[in-house]
């Protein structure tokens, strides 16, 4: 059972847009930035999106993220095949001095 | 060029011991926390240990603490994770990663291809 929570899976069609939600509390989410990692088949994590809604450096605007209160949101808009991924949220738990992670959200693009 | 290799991974039996390193360059590793994350077989990602920069802390997951070490040798630029009594259950694929940012506001901006940990008899 994960600290934070994703939904275990989303599809969408390409083109389309899609939303995957971070679920978490006043000891993790409400109070530190939350950031996102793709994991393509086969392969290490990437970073995605930090501090809530930064892109690093070569990641397309088509990746947006968003954070309200104790929840955050990763979108996709413009989905292709090549987006389809696991993809985790993750944050520091400030009262127990952890890191903690989503249990991953499996993108299927239809 | 940041890049991180991992090294250390193989067959071990239930109760044993295994040393992980991660050889880091292309950045001034003792300015930087450092932390393993593991994956086990078809599962998702799980945070395993940090270790801050110079003069920092170190951090544990209740799954490993009291049986796994992190450090880091500086002269060396490698990030070791010392692992004892292991369990079936630590089968994984480690991997280590870059920590950026600081206060409320850490992220893990590189990560090395990982190395396989497989504990059974």
């Known amino acids: 059972q994960s600290v934070l929570t994703q939904p275990p899976s989303v599809s969408a069609a390409p083109g389309q847009k899609v939303t995957i939600s971070c679920s978490g509390s006043s000891s993790n989410i409400g109070n530190n930035y939350v950031s996102w990692y793709q994991q393509l088949p086969g392969t290490a994590p990437k970073l995605l999106i930090y501090?809530?809604?930064k892109r690093p450096s070569g990641i397309p605007d088509r990746f947006s993220g968003s954070q309200s209160g104790t929840s955050a949101t990763l979108g996709i808009t413009g989905l292709q095949t090549g987006d389809e991924a696991d993809y985790y949220c993750?944050?520091?738990?400030?009262?127990?001095?952890?890191?903690?992670f989503g249990g991953g959200t499996k993108l299927t693009v239809l | 060029e940041v890049q991180l290799l991992e090294s250390g991974g193989g067959l071990v039996q239930p109760g044993g011991s295994l040393s992980l390193s991660c050889a880091a360059s292309?950045?001034?590793?003792?300015?930087?926390?450092m932390t393993w994350v593991r994956q086990a077989p078809g599962k998702g990602l799980e945070w395993v240990s940090a270790i801050g920069g110079s003069g920092g802390g170190t951090y544990y997951a209740d799954s490993v603490k009291g049986r796994f070490t992190i450090s880091r040798d500086i002269s060396k630029n490698t990030l070791s994770l010392q692992m004892n009594s292991l369990r079936a259950e630590d089968t994984a694929v480690y991997y280590c990663a870059k920590v950026e940012g600081g206060s409320s506001s850490y992220y893990f901006d590189y990560w090395g291809q990982g190395t396989l940990v497989t504990v059974s008899s």
């Open positions: 993750g944050t520091w738990a400030s009262s127990l001095s952890t890191w903690v």
């Open positions: 292309g950045f001034t590793f003792s300015s930087y926390a």
């Open positions: 501090e809530n809604n």
